[in-house]
């Protein structure tokens, strides 16, 4: 067998789960929505990483995507991965009469009846296939949940290049299947993730038999009301390495929830019975009483029903009785699955935590069983105070595209690791009245990391950590000897580490004034181990750049360190505050069901976390102890430039008024913004024109970007007049947000191409006019699908880049295609020449515009 091992090889996961559909409504819909499918990709999101097959940049959660969205990712995986690639899907599955093609239905999926049903919006499994197969992986996995899936193993069967392919579908063919009530994931998932999530190697074959075998043994049965059975396809000789975990001792299988059947109950009716029998006449043959019941197999089933209760009920044995001789020994329940939710630059320490408390001695029974399972994923660090503060209803059940934290955040979280408790106080300071969640922080920190200033060494002072001094002063001190040294931050609004050393900037000094101290082309890195990965891009840029980060990752490092990056120094403020890693109890109103056993989970694993299990782990990635003394946790290995006895403010004495305040000043630093939005208007835009990932829809869920002081205006790009390449659509200056959506919402599709070349040009002479004055942010977005690039190559696109080049207006290229931003592509370099930013189908657009936007204007959502 050739048992393919993937570790060390450039992986790549795609998790695809549609659990929303545009079209439910009959003739045309599809058969509803599936909220079960939000809890798988959460799910596998979280345990592909802990395989240490995956890592944490090689998997990409794809939600509700559109058949466009859906191909696009499927392309970049497929270029990207050259080792394994897994694709995960879960949603509608549908098939034709013949029954010899699977449709996978995405968001926008539609059926039309006939004499032979077509379905738009709906990938072909044969098509998927051909394009994984296009790529340059070594073996590709496909695991689909849905509908008939069981009918791609005969797609599979007639593929030309099987040999790589290995195919695990949750059902078998023709049959239809329960997703469950939505509360946790779909029953085939939920088996999945539970032999995935286990100690030691996880292979595909094993992984298959198992799947099989669990559902059958549970009783789980497909619509039809046949036996559910798992289906996998691979070659004889095939094997692939899907996890590999380090081993922390023994552990039965993985549990698994036993199902709720709709019409005769849990572990009841024929085949439950037939199965306790099974089990009981075992035992009584041991016991030499099976007697009473001769062969088995030699009596009609009725029969061996009537005579098994009747023997059972002269046992004194009810329906418990059966089910416990059916199970055998006693085995583990399910685990409850605490949500953990963290501040981005500790993620990855948090997760490295939650890895040691699963298989810890704390987290496990006196049977072998975990106690519970944690989920740990981390965001924005304002979007999750604002969410917390007056989205809480929207998390629970979202009602506006806009506004939707479970997409833009997570699901909702149990407990909340901020890197300051001052956070949790910001929420509870501004929180609604009608909010339905409820926070309970503990009052000591779990670890401390003091905020520094990281030096290339040849520009740091000799013998000195920069005690004594302010930010503001140490940054001056280092201009004063390196002329041309430069300072980084990352985005305030993404991290509280970044937002802190924003604070110290703002000492006595006016937010204007010091963020000219840290301006620097293009966003800022949301995370200061972005920041720190970026640097060695430009050598010049590493050797002459300071950048203010958290001190523990000069000692633990980053993913990306490579030999090429100057060592740094830590120079440390004295009026900055560090960082302290805060555990906030999360309660939300409704959540009833099992809140005691979730609060003694919550309980026990904050309980190791502030115990030595959890300090031990903060040490090893460069913490300090909490409290008046800020020790190295780990002495024996400070780290380079570390000193052992810093200087600088304990985050418990910042206010959370302040970091309120310092993060209005971070948006508000140059004043009200300026932005100039186009959008590609012409025909080729169809396709990518309705709904909240198509052009418009882009534009409005950005406004939350901008504030009422902010001056925008939108046009429209179309037509090949070279004097009138747009039309105005939303005349610039102040604007109602609520108004502006809706001429927005009203803009059409015209019957003309574009000129991208002269409206560029326009846009960026018609904002060098505004704002030459003073130093109000400006931005020109520009949303368009790349199809008249043709007019934006040789002379023309040189045009445009020394424009930008010389107006300095940042550029925010958005591209409704995958790849639109690949390295010397028309958008990158236009984007790149301004100091802005390009965005194209393969990142979270929306997101990613919005953050764009809101760093030029004065909005808050």
């Keep these: 067998m050739s048992d393919f091992d993937p570790r060390g090889k450039a992986n790549r996961a795609l998790l695809v789960g549609v659990s929303e559909y545009d079209t439910t409504v009959p003739p045309f819909g599809v058969p509803g929505d599936l909220p079960a499918v939000k809890h798988n990709l959460n799910l596998l999101r979280d345990v592909l990483p802990r395989g240490r097959v995956f890592g944490d940049?090689?998997?990409?959660?794809?939600?509700?995507?559109?058949?466009?969205?859906?191909?696009?990712?499927?392309?970049?995986?497929?270029?990207?991965?050259?080792?394994?690639?897994?694709?995960?899907?879960?949603?509608?599955?549908?098939?034709?009469?013949?029954?010899?093609?699977?449709?996978?239905?995405?968001?926008?999926?539609?059926?039309?009846?006939?004499?032979?049903?077509?379905?738009?919006?709906?990938?072909?499994?044969?098509?998927?296939?051909?394009?994984?197969?296009?790529?340059?992986?070594?073996?590709?996995?496909?695991?689909?949940?849905?509908?008939?899936?069981?009918?791609?193993?005969?797609?599979?069967?007639?593929?030309?290049?099987?040999?790589?392919?290995?195919?695990?579908?949750?059902?078998?063919?023709?049959?239809?299947?329960?997703?469950?009530?939505?509360?946790?994931?779909?029953?085939?998932?939920?088996?999945?993730?539970?032999?995935?999530?286990?100690?030691?190697?996880?292979?595909?074959?094993?992984?298959?038999?198992?799947?099989?075998?669990?559902?059958?043994?549970?009783?789980?049965?497909?619509?039809?009301?046949?036996?559910?059975?798992?289906?996998?396809?691979?070659?004889p000789e095939e094997d692939v390495l899907l996890s590999a975990r380090p081993v922390r001792g023994e552990r039965p299988d993985p549990p698994v929830r036993r199902p709720v059947r709709r019409t005769v109950g849990p572990e009841r009716g024929p085949s439950a019975i037939r199965r306790a029998g099974v089990a009981l006449l075992g035992s009584l043959r041991a016991s030499g009483v099976a007697g009473w019941f001769g062969r088995w197999g030699a009596l009609p089933r009725t029969a061996t029903r009537i005579t098994l209760v009747l023997a059972l009920a002269a046992l004194g044995l009810g329906s418990y009785g059966i089910y416990n001789l059916a199970a055998g020994s006693p085995s583990c329940g399910p685990p409850l699955e605490l949500r953990v939710l963290t501040d981005p630059d500790l993620?990855?320490?948090?997760?490295?935590?939650?890895?040691a408390y699963l298989t810890s001695d704390a987290n496990t029974t006196g049977d072998g069983c975990r106690r519970s399972g944690i989920t740990v994923y981390s965001a924005g660090s304002a979007d999750v105070v604002t969410a917390l503060q007056r989205q809480s209803d929207a998390w629970q059940e979202p009602k506006r595209d806009d506004i939707d934290p479970q997409r833009d955040i997570g699901p909702q979280p149990d407990i909340w690791i901020p890197a300051s408790v001052a956070d949790a106080n910001r929420v509870t300071a501004h929180q609604d009245i009608d909010s339905v969640v409820a926070l309970t922080p503990d009052g000591e920190p779990l670890a401390y990391s003091p905020l520094v200033?990281?030096?290339?060494?040849?520009?740091?002072?000799?013998?000195?950590?920069?005690?004594?001094?302010?930010?503001?002063?140490?940054?001056?001190?280092?201009?004063?000897?390196?002329?041309?040294?430069?300072?980084?931050?990352?985005?305030?609004?993404?991290?509280?580490?970044?937002?802190?050393?924003?604070?110290?900037?703002?000492?006595?000094?006016?937010?204007g004034s010091a963020e000219g101290l840290v301006r620097s082309p293009g966003p800022p890195a949301p995370t200061a181990a972005d920041l720190l990965c970026t640097l060695p891009d430009d050598s010049t840029v590493d050797r002459t750049?300071?950048?203010?980060?958290?001190?523990?990752?000069?000692?633990?490092?980053?993913?990306?360190?490579?030999?090429?990056?100057?060592?740094?120094?830590?120079?440390?403020?004295?009026?900055?505050?560090?960082?302290?890693?805060?555990?906030?109890?999360?309660?939300?109103?409704?959540?009833?069901?099992?809140?005691?056993a979730r609060d003694t989970a919550a309980e026990d694993f904050h309980r190791w976390l502030a115990g030595s299990g959890g300090r031990a782990v903060f040490a090893a990635d460069g913490f300090r102890s909490a409290g008046g003394d800020r020790d190295l946790l780990d002495p024996r290995s400070p780290g380079t430039g570390?000193?052992?006895?810093?200087?600088?403010?304990?985050?418990?004495?910042?206010?959370?008024?302040?970091?309120?305040?310092?993060?209005?000043?971070?948006?508000?630093a140059d004043g009200p913004g300026r932005v100039l939005f186009l959008i590609d208007d012409s025909g080729s835009m169809g396709a990518l024109w309705n709904g909240p990932s198509g052009g418009p829809g882009l534009v409005q869920q950005s406004l939350g970007g901008l504030g009422d002081d902010d001056r925008y205006g939108v046009w429209g790009v179309s037509g090949l007049d070279a004097h009138a390449p747009y039309k105005t659509v939303l005349p610039f200056g102040p604007q109602k947000r609520d108004l502006a959506e809706k001429v927005i919402g009203r803009i059409g599709i015209q019957d003309a191409q574009a000129d991208p070349h002269a409206a560029l040009l326009a846009a960026l002479d018609y904002m060098a006019a505004r704002g030459a004055d003073d130093d109000q942010p400006r931005l020109i977005v520009y949303v368009t699908d790349d199809e008249d690039d043709n007019r934006l190559t040789g002379a023309k696109l040189d045009a445009v880049l020394t424009k930008a080049r010389s107006v300095k207006v940042p550029v925010a290229m958005v591209s409704l295609v995958g790849g639109g931003c690949d390295k010397g592509k028309p958008d990158e370099r236009i984007s790149g020449a301004s100091g802005g930013r390009c965005l194209d189908a393969d990142t979270d657009l929306g997101a990613g515009l919005h953050d764009e936007v809101a760093r030029t204007g004065t909005g808050e959502d």
């Design 57 to 235: 940049h090689e998997v990409r959660v794809l939600r509700s995507p559109t058949l466009d969205d859906f191909d696009r990712a499927l392309r970049t995986a497929a270029q990207e991965a050259e080792g394994l690639l897994l694709v995960y899907f879960a949603g509608h599955g549908a098939i034709t009469a013949a029954g010899d093609e699977l449709f996978l239905q995405m968001r926008n999926a539609s059926v039309v009846a006939g004499g032979q049903a077509v379905f738009p919006g709906a990938e072909m499994v044969t098509t998927m296939l051909t394009m994984l197969a296009a790529g340059r992986a070594e073996r590709i996995v496909v695991v689909l949940d849905c509908c008939f899936a069981g009918n791609a193993g005969w797609i599979w069967e007639n593929f030309r290049d099987k040999r790589r392919v290995l195919l695990q579908l949750s059902v078998q063919a023709n049959h239809r299947i329960d997703a469950g009530d939505g509360t946790g994931p779909t029953p085939f998932t939920e088996r999945l993730v539970r032999l995935l999530d286990r100690d030691g190697e996880v292979r595909f074959v094993e992984l298959s038999r198992r799947l099989r075998e669990l559902m059958r043994e549970d009783g789980y049965r497909t619509v039809r009301g046949d036996p559910w059975e798992p289906r996998g396809r691979w070659e």
């Design 347 to 355: 993620e990855s320490t948090v997760r490295s935590a939650a890895d």
């Design 453 to 511: 200033l990281a030096v290339p060494k040849s520009l740091a002072a000799e013998g000195s950590s920069g005690s004594g001094l302010r930010l503001n002063e140490l940054i001056t001190v280092l201009r004063g000897r390196a002329p041309n040294a430069e300072v980084s931050r990352p985005d305030p609004e993404f991290t509280d580490a970044a937002l802190l050393a924003t604070m110290g900037l703002y000492h006595n000094s006016d937010a």
């Design 545 to 596: 750049t300071a950048a203010l980060v958290p001190e523990f990752l000069l000692k633990s490092g980053v993913g990306c360190d490579r030999a090429t990056r100057v060592p740094r120094v830590a120079e440390y403020p004295d009026d900055t505050a560090g960082i302290e890693p805060a555990f906030v109890r999360v309660g939300w109103q409704g959540a009833d069901r099992d809140r005691e």
């Design 642 to 668: 570390v000193d052992p006895t810093p200087p600088g403010l304990p985050t418990s004495d910042v206010e959370h008024q302040a970091m309120d305040t310092a993060l209005k000043g971070y948006r508000d």
